[in-house]
């Protein structure tokens, strides 16, 4: 037993009744890290002197007495995609090696703020661009629950570090599911916050119409806490919605009873396992025991998201990573004979094979006689696939499927292949070609491994999604499920 | 220019459009990198070619989901990063001002 196995509210209460302190959470957090991590992979990097310099002032606002916030004292780390004032933030790329921001992410500061303590950075995919974390250019993490197998992407090492019980949360970002497949396959809840709803300030920039960063713990709830400190309008980032975040603690005690809940017909097709299937199942008996209307769905344009989403990424990859030149940040080519040549150098040593392949990828659908036939077409069907979201949240409250078609697949297993790994995000990616709001929750085991059930909201519904992923986790009763080697 | 006004889609991806793509995107890809990339390029152009079955008559584009346009702020000065600050991750930089290898 680890202080790490219990969830944030139970924390909480530990560190208000000075069972333990927020010094010794952090300290027990950090000695995990280095005991357990070797082979799992999920840290680029530790921050144990900022982690016990921020438990130190949560110690002391605990020990004050005035009610500090749900998040203080309590082990978080970051995607290293977040930027983090002073601490090396790489995107798992060698591009970047060695950059210190010289400011933090919104998020960051706002959980800072909030009192949580930053135990380190997050391995991801290279620039977020991945499904299983093989694409960070520093290490592969392994899924915690079976070292042969992939922890899921691009948020892979923030997801196994919650599994893990090397952080009680972390922040991840989902571009087509990158928050909620890693939780999947790693038994943890992910959220997908609808576009906007959270501020993309000092996040390295994927693919700016679809990149949202989401929170990943254990519990519905530990989710929750981490959504509502970071959620809401950001002066700093013009994207962000106006709408207040409201009060989403509420959704977790609704229940679902008299919601109509639509279950996606083409979500349930070609390549869903066995396995797969028979748990999602049991989450729509639990669902229909709490009193919630199933019913079947059609999302006819979703056999084009996937086509649409690999162009428009890739066309916003091209565009974004043009900064990555090596002139004002990362290790560059400063003694190359010419600029040209400096910029050449340094993105071709820096630049991993899927970084490479999709901002060629995305040069050639945004170039003049393929821009029509490509980027253009591609925006429009993503207009059918928004349509199709908002033509069911007509009927339905929420959405329900399972979150990806199978659990964690074995190391090496896709790398050769892109096209299969693209496949990985094919029930997940639609909901970022939406905007709409999403969540991937634990609900069972097959084969040793977890699956996660997706549960889909409109556009800023994250009440919605928290609300019935806290009934599929109630019924499913496995969060406290540890994997073996790491229940110490 | 090699190749790029062509009409023809994902069958127009050659060797040739690869060394220019990557001449575009500056990834400096040398002739062993290139002949990696080209039939990893055609598969995805030939598995994202599915949008031409796609009907779109009359569908307008979808640039983006927030529905915000020309969102502003007062125009307002306020403090931003030191000199030293914005060049601290710079390679290489000389009396404040970011040093590049000569444009030829």
């Keep these: ?488 | 220019m090699v190749g790029v006004d062509r009409e023809d889609s994902a069958g127009g991806l050659d060797l040739a459009l690869v060394a220019h793509l990557s001449r575009l995107a500056r990834l400096g890809l040398t002739d062993a990198e290139m002949a990696a990339i080209l039939p990893q390029l055609q598969a995805i152009l030939a598995a994202v070619d599915r949008l031409q079955e796609a009907d779109v008559s009359g569908v307008d584009a979808t640039a983006q989901v927030g529905g915000l346009y020309d969102v502003m702020r007062d125009d307002q000065v306020e403090p931003g990063l030191s000199a030293d600050e914005a060049l601290a991750n710079a390679p290489s930089h000389e009396a404040g001002l970011l040093r590049v290898p000569a444009i030829q």
């Design chain 1, 1 to 488: 037993m680890s202080l790490l196995d219990l969830s944030i509210s139970e924390l909480g209460r530990g560190l208000r009744a000075r069972e333990f302190s927020s010094v010794e959470l952090a300290e027990e957090a950090l000695a995990r890290v280095e005991s357990l991590d070797g082979t799992l992979g999920a840290f680029l990097r530790t921050t144990p002197e900022l982690a016990l310099e921020q438990a130190r002032a949560a110690d002391r606002r605990l020990a004050d007495g005035a009610d500090p916030p749900a998040l203080c004292g309590i082990p978080i780390g970051h995607k290293d995609v977040l930027c983090t004032k002073g601490v090396e933030t790489t995107s798992g790329s060698r591009i970047l090696e060695g950059f210190r921001p010289p400011y933090d992410a919104t998020v960051v500061a706002r959980l800072a703020q909030d009192g949580a303590v930053v135990v380190g950075k997050m391995n991801c995919d290279e620039f977020a661009m991945g499904s299983s974390n093989e694409n960070s250019a520093f290490q592969p993490t392994v899924n915690p629950w079976n070292s042969e197998r992939v922890p899921g992407g691009s948020s892979g090492g923030s997801a196994a570090a919650v599994a893990a019980r090397l952080a009680v949360a972390t922040l991840g970002t989902d571009t087509g599911g990158s928050v909620r497949l890693p939780a999947s396959f790693c038994g943890v809840v992910g959220v997908k916050p609808s576009y906007g709803r959270v501020s993309r300030y000092g996040v390295i920039a994927f693919a700016s119409s679809l990149d949202q960063v989401g929170p990943l713990a254990k519990t519905v709830e530990d989710a929750q806490l981490v959504l509502s400190s970071i959620a809401g309008p950001d002066r700093r980032d013009s994207t962000t919605a106006a709408a207040p975040v409201g009060d989403l603690a509420r959704a977790l005690q609704e229940g679902v009873r008299g919601l109509r809940l639509g279950i996606p017909r083409e979500y349930l097709e070609a390549g869903l396992e066995d396995g797969v299937r028979g748990v999602f199942e049991s989450a729509c008996r639990w669902l229909e025991a709490e009193g919630a209307e199933l019913v079947e769905v059609s999302l006819p344009s979703t056999q084009y998201a996937l086509a649409a989403y690999y162009v428009i990424a890739p066309a916003e990859v091209s565009s974004n990573l043009a900064r990555m030149d090596g002139i004002r940040f990362g290790p560059g080519e400063p003694r190359a004979p010419s600029l040209l040549e400096a910029y050449e150098q340094a993105r071709n040593r820096g630049f991993g094979a899927e970084v490479r392949r999709r901002v060629a990828l995305g040069t050639f659908v945004l170039s003049s006689g393929y821009y029509d036939a490509y980027y253009l077409r591609a925006q429009k069907v993503r207009t059918l696939v928004a349509q199709d979201f908002s033509r069911v949240f007509e009927k339905v409250d929420a959405l329900i499927s399972p979150t990806a078609p199978t659990p964690a697949f074995k190391l090496g297993e896709r790398t050769q292949d892109p096209l299969a790994m693209y496949a990985t995000d094919a029930l997940t990616l639609p909901a970022n070609l939406a905007g709409i709001s999403g969540l991937s929750v634990p609900a069972g085991f097959t084969s040793g491994l977890p699956v996660g059930v997706q549960v889909l909201g409109p556009y800023l519904g994250e009440a919605m999604c928290l609300r019935v992923g806290a009934v599929v986790e109630r019924a499913a009763d496995v969060w406290r499920r540890v994997p073996a080697g790491f229940d110490g």
